[in-house]
């Protein structure tokens, strides 16, 4: 077998796996635990079953696939689960009533089999019924919130799962909502329809079966692009690799119609750009083993196994609904989500004086993305993706792999969410969640001889991670929540997988003519990492001891001396103001103005009179360089600052708006934030942009290794005093025996 | 007993301990390894065995104290130690040989007791000599560099070893050597030597038992505070607590001549203010699980055992010598420092793919600090300390504790350092290394169903780490060096340890007169804890395939796109400025006006063309916002700009002067920088600041927990392509059995 059958092969191979996982996902589903259930039908009206998608047209080549391990725990079974918490996300159960419902309803009743159901998942109770409510008391009535589209009309409805009543809700002036999986497979191959297309493939002689396509979305480019929902496909071939972004047929574009799967326009003027060479582009590690460069190589790299042990177990619950966690004083609700990819609801944490359980964060997750392209050019100009509103950044997280996405004492939790037929399907293992012990110190201090006293003290710092991974296509994105003993909470991004990368004539830097631009970096012949930009907003609605809080600008600032005042001339002040409203929260960074920023109980002090509060402490972060009026920047125009408060606002979820798919702008973070609403001593949210440049290089080819940041959420004045201390030391004796025994 | 009299009992047991184990050191030294070594004598010459400290006075109270386990590997025998490295530091033999020599050159052999040693170190060869050399070869010309006292008159030697060669190099304009121990702990019991202070100590209610006394450096103010050696003495009480910092006894400072320990001034304004409690400040863990706090906060956290196990050991190792350790690719020479702590030298990488060992960084480490307090008044204006060159960042780094400071498969390094009297004592287990693995991802990319393809890739992150904790009296700094599999180098600071307070009249925030600054936060009755900064110099040698390197700011702009070119406005362009001089590579970060900073080889490309190359990645940081001509911001100028980069000069190592202690400003690296010499295709050293705002808060009362920054050493067109790939995934297979054994 040559090569390139190999691959040929392997890739039909995956084909058939890809359709047994899905088919026993759905069998799975199928399966009634109780005889009830029976909405679950794995039939051709079940997309994941059936869903044309690029590699339907290829015969099943071999049945000797195996299932890789993925997980060492058994698949779940969510069939009868039941919630048990007021925030616990909709059952399969609850979706397929409330999908019942909505079908029931005129106009969808008519023609239920047109309704498209874009997002289906919990409406969350008011803020008041979830703190009315106590473990195994009656829940709050429970609702859900419904996306969907009908004869090109969008819905956004609210559905009581009680009483049947379905209420219809305003939707934006602009936009679409997310796409369903469906939409993405099923225009991802619609290319294929045209005859045009096929012939500029094969005349870049790329086999039709060795083709991989992307759905993009276009973002928004003025009125040329208006009232037709349409998506940019472009595509790679995979030939002798499984990395095919590395692959690019340049300049091919293909503008498909979403609803009707037409080919509206075809852009074909790469035709003299080479697509770039298979070789050296392999990741999978059974095939970079395979080519013989893999196994030499860590043979070389000699690293021995390691392990993050724990003997007794995890020291974390996780509640008998699956979705409240206690850990070291912390109390958390934690799911996922199918925009937000995991949501964490409610963060308490016990006081260890009072012992009371005090409010922190009454939710968190990632409200948007904004990763705009930095080249011009007619096949790349539009690459201004919105993750989170655009595809789902939870439709788009894969299954963890235990060892290698999260260490072995980690606990694994689904998703279950709603198919574009409204029907509920499980992604397994999306979230994870395992105590993280690196080595680190939380604390320590010894005394120096100068005193005299023999004083070595430490504390090792283990904390709780809440961990999921987004591969939204080529772009992995790790978000981590971490909670630490001492009550910081650091929300870390990381972002990995592989480049978008664009093709060129050049195999060389001196190939280029002086004045000519190549928006990035050559990282291999014919092949350029194109520079661009990621944000990640935050949506942070902080409740520090109860909903109505102030936030408060520290500024630093340089203070004279007077004259004859002090030896010193200057130094550094801090200025306490209260934001009283919006628009006095509207914060840009600046190194050279330096400010801490504090979300405060304007109510409750500690003894000696501080209000109770934590801040949000920003670390490496970016800004958008953009012209304001670049309409990619006028949709991403919530990264205009890195921090902004709001008031609370139920409809005021997602930085971007609520549709953001081909968006103009016009509901954003940013417009909400000019109404310059009054935020003092008010229930508010805020929100922070955590920013990458990315200019590529050969480091990033043919993978691009995880670059991470961070901002954390830490208690300021929050305690009486610092309860790192309660935590116990490492003592060899409370340590496992592992190792020794081991060596026995 | 009492809890007063109990304080007192640990206090002077702690004495008796301390004595005990310092002596034991010496008598290790003693202990004739060959017969031969005879000049280590723990005598009432030897300082460590004598020095006047603050405990002297008191009586033995007990022998019941046991040495606390601070490590499981036995005590390591120093005195036979030979280099096996030209990096290696001085061995015990060299040492003393090197002190012999020196004192039997003119002036000194005329009273050979009188000369002070502040430094007696290995005077590194130069680069060529160690590239020449082979591991067995010989080894380039032994050399020492001394600096000394004699008579009050400074002295920079360099010592040929073998020659016996003894040669006087310059000294700087302004400033006297690091203090040495011998001057901190003498000086910090000379108030003693006051009846005046003696009666004010008693009249605050402050037994002279329970005195703790801190040797202050004093800065540099103006020409009235030259020609002598100087430093402040403040004094806290240890009454009730081990933490006798949160006890200050306010406005009391005590100007002594470190020389003659003659006590020159006393300022003492601060009678009305009243020591803050020792209640809730007890931090060691036995004492505060004794107090009943901790076992039951213990108990509630609810933490079990977590441990990084290893079952084949560990992936790295340290040569014959000691100090020069491999780990997956890389190689580096490891040692700890008087002054700068711990130095990595000559970190090289081999290539994946050529398999050629290439260069990364000659010289690596902490090369000063600058931390000034912000409060103009009497008793603190004057505290902007320099940590590194005024109180020796080895010589203030105490030995780790296993398994709290670093984890449980750490290797530990020792240190040997000079005494005042150059002769060599060691301080134990003062570096460790360690593998760590968080549970972090190293790269992972997973299909997401569009495409068809059921790919799950990922590599867990392992890396190695190199740490140092020093603790310069109330704050303690942990530095990491922490290799990755990639080629990456993170450099980490954390601060942790006890606040610098200050007592206030005060016992709530509404006592404060409305214009009445505090400097501060108020963290308990009685006690603010006072903002200040922390800024960590890095010097930074790096060699990319060889010194001749070149420094390029690659410039993130905007660029607007010209009419009709482009549905864009704008795009983020990225230019390239190679820097000539040292002007052009004076860098002050800025959010919104972006760059990368990369160090290349520029004889030296990829295949594609890209030089090869190394970028600064700067992450948190903060910029001094003193005047820049305040004294202290004078002295600390090299905090001025975050990046510079100056040609590489032997004599160019601390960037605040080789003699910072009361200096003025005239030897810094601001000062070299000025000189705006030739950086092109040369041998250049980068020179990056880390900075820390600290506004203090109650979660830093009585102990402040750990805050980290970082910045790295990037790999940028380094590699043809990215080496992570080559490193395993996490295979099940591959792991320990130790869990599966734990739970039969």
Redesign the interface.
Same mark, same amino acid.
């Given at each position: 077998m040559d090569s390139t059958s190999f691959f040929r092969f392997l890739?039909l191979s995956?084909?058939v796996?890809?359709l047994l996982?899905?088919t026993r996902t759905c069998l799975h589903l199928l399966a009634p635990a109780d005889g009830k259930l029976d909405l679950l039908d794995c039939t051709s009206s079940y997309f994941w079953c059936t869903s044309k =998608?690029?590699?339907q047209s290829m015969q099943p080549a071999s049945s000797s696939v195996t299932r890789?391990?993925?997980s060492?725990s058994p698949v779940r079974d969510h069939s009868s689960d039941v919630p048990s918490h007021p925030l616990d996300p909709l059952t399969v159960r609850e979706m397929t009533v409330a999908r019942s419902m909505v079908l029931s309803q005129t106009p969808f009743s008519n023609a239920p089999s047109a309704v498209i159901f874009h997002s289906l998942a919990l409406a969350e109770p008011d803020k008041s019924a979830v703190e009315a409510w106590s473990i195994g008391g009656p829940s709050p009535a429970r609702r859900a919130s419904v996306v969907a589209r009908f004869r090109g009309e969008p819905f956004a409805l609210s559905v009581d799962l009680d009483s049947g009543a379905v209420t219809a809700l305003p939707v934006p002036p602009s936009g679409y909502p997310t796409m369903t999986?469906d939409d993405?497979?099923t225009s991802?191959v619609a290319p294929l329809s045209s005859s045009a297309f096929n012939r500029t493939i094969i005349a870049r002689g790329v086999r039709l079966s060795d083709l991989?396509c992307?759905?993009l979305s276009p973002g928004w480019?003025?009125a040329a692009e208006e009232g037709r929902r349409v998506v940019k496909v472009q595509c790679y071939t995979?030939e002798g690799t499984?990395n095919?972004y590395m692959r690019p047929i340049e300049g091919l574009t293909v503008l498909v119609d979403i609803d009707t799967m037409e080919v509206v326009e075809i852009s074909d003027k790469g035709r003299s750009i080479p697509i770039p060479k298979a070789e050296?582009t392999e990741?999978?590690?059974e095939a970079?083993a395979a080519a013989g460069?893999?196994k030499d190589?860590?043979a070389?790299?000699?690293?021995?196994?390691?392990?993050? @042990?724990?003997?007794?177990?995890?020291?974390f619950e996780v509640d008998g609904g699956g979705h409240l966690v206690r850990?070291?004083?912390w109390e958390f609700h934690l799911k996922a989500d199918s925009r937000a990819g995991v949501v964490v609801s409610r963060a308490r944490i016990?006081d260890?004086e009072s012992g009371e359980w005090r409010g922190v964060m009454s939710r968190g997750y990632v409200s948007e993305l904004f990763v705009?392209y930095?080249?011009?050019?007619?096949a790349w100009?539009?690459k201004t993706y919105m993750d989170a509103g655009e595809y789902g950044f939870g439709l788009?997280a894969?299954?963890l792999?235990?060892?290698?996405?999260?260490?072995?004492n980690?606990h694994y939790m689904d998703g279950v969410f709603a198919a574009a037929d409204g029907r509920p399907f499980v992604r397994e293992n999306m979230v994870c969640l395992?105590?993280?012990?690196?080595?680190? #110190?939380?604390?320590?201090?010894?005394?120096?001889?100068?005193?005299?006293?023999? #004083?070595?003290?430490?504390?090792?710092?283990?904390t709780l991670?809440a961990r999921m991974?987004a591969?939204?296509?080529?772009y992995?994105y #790790?978000i981590d929540w971490e909670f630490q003993?001492?009550?910081?909470i650091r929300v870390k991004v990381?972002l990995?997988?592989?480049l978008m990368a664009r093709g060129t004539e050049y195999?060389?830097?001196?190939q280029i003519p002086q004045n000519e631009?190549s928006?990035g970096?050559?990282?291999?012949?014919n092949l350029v990492g194109v520079?661009h930009?990621h944000f990640v907003t935050f949506y942070l609605d902080m409740d520090i001891d109860g909903a109505n809080n102030s936030f408060v600008k520290?500024d630093?600032?340089?203070q004279?001396?007077k004259e004859g005042?002090?030896?010193?001339?200057?130094?550094?002040?801090?200025t306490r103001r209260v934001a009283k409203t919006e628009k006095d929260a509207q914060i840009?960074?600046?190194?050279?103005r330096?400010a @801490?920023f504090h979300v405060i109980n304007p109510s409750k002090?500690?003894?000696?009179?501080?209000p109770v509060g934590y801040k949000v402490v920003?670390?490496?972060?970016?800004?958008s360089?953009?012209?304001l009026?670049?309409?990619?920047?006028r949709r991403g125009a919530f990264t205009n600052n890195q921090i902004w408060v709001t008031p609370f606002n139920k409809s005021e979820e997602w930085a971007g708006g609520l549709f953001v798919y081909q968006s103009q702008g016009d509901d954003t973070l940013a417009t909400w934030s000019e109404r310059d609403r009054p935020i003092e001593n008010k229930d508010i949210v805020v929100w922070y942009t955590m920013g990458f440049?990315h200019?590529p290089?050969? @480091?990033?080819?043919?993978?691009?290794?995880?670059v991470s940041?961070s901002f954390d959420l830490?208690?300021? =004045?929050?305690? @009486?005093?610092?309860? #790192?201390?309660?935590?116990?030391?490492?003592?060899?004796k409370?340590?496992?025996v592992?190792?020794a025994?081991?060596e026995e």
């Open positions: 890739f995956l084909a796996f890809a996982l899905f =998608n690029r590699i890789p391990k993925t060492s999986v993405m497979t991802s991989a992307l759905p480019y003025g995979a499984a095919f050296g990741y999978r590690y970079v460069r893999g190589a860590v070389a790299l000699g690293l021995k196994p390691i392990s993050l @042990e724990q003997p007794a177990g995890p020291s850990w070291a004083g016990r260890p705009p930095m080249d011009p050019t007619e100009y539009f788009q894969m299954p792999v235990p060892l290698n996405d999260c260490p072995r980690a395992f105590e993280s012990y690196a080595g680190d #110190i939380a604390w320590r201090h010894s005394e120096s001889p100068i005193t005299g006293m023999d #004083i070595r003290e430490a504390r090792p710092k283990v991670v991974a591969s939204v296509a080529n992995d #790790i003993t001492d009550g910081l990381g990995s997988g592989i195999s060389h830097l001196n631009e928006y970096t050559m990282l291999a012949e520079i930009d520290v630093m600032t340089r004279s001396t005042e002090s030896p010193r001339k200057s130094y550094l002040k801090a840009k960074l600046n190194l050279y330096p @801490e002090t500690t003894k000696v009179g501080n920003a670390a490496a972060t970016a800004a360089l953009l012209d009026d670049d309409p990619p920047q440049h200019i290089c050969q @480091e990033d080819f043919p993978i691009m290794p995880t940041a830490k208690p300021v =004045n929050f305690f @009486e005093r610092n309860p #790192i201390l309660l935590a116990p030391p490492n003592f060899e409370d340590l496992p592992c190792m025994a081991a």
